[in-house]
């Protein structure tokens, strides 16, 4: 039976939504195996001079968990 785990993070660029959410995913492909997919949750701006200087994706990341295998 696997296991599902699911963490929430925050991306960021100075471009895009989109390119926030590929940067949350990029940083957690480094040190996640087994992602499933990708569901963003929210999208955020910071504000500067009545101008967006950075968007943020708020996404949830689905991986599975691997188990160590049993020496019994």
Known sequence: MAIVKIIELIGSSPNNWEEAAKNAFSE???TIKN???IY???CK???ENNKIVEYRAVVKIAFVV???KSTK
Do not use: D, Q
């Open 28 to 30: 957690a492909a480094v």
């Open 35 to 37: 992602i499933k997919s």
């Open 40 to 42: 963003v949750k929210s």
């Open 45 to 47: 701006a910071k504000v």
């Open 66 to 68: 691997e188990r160590e």
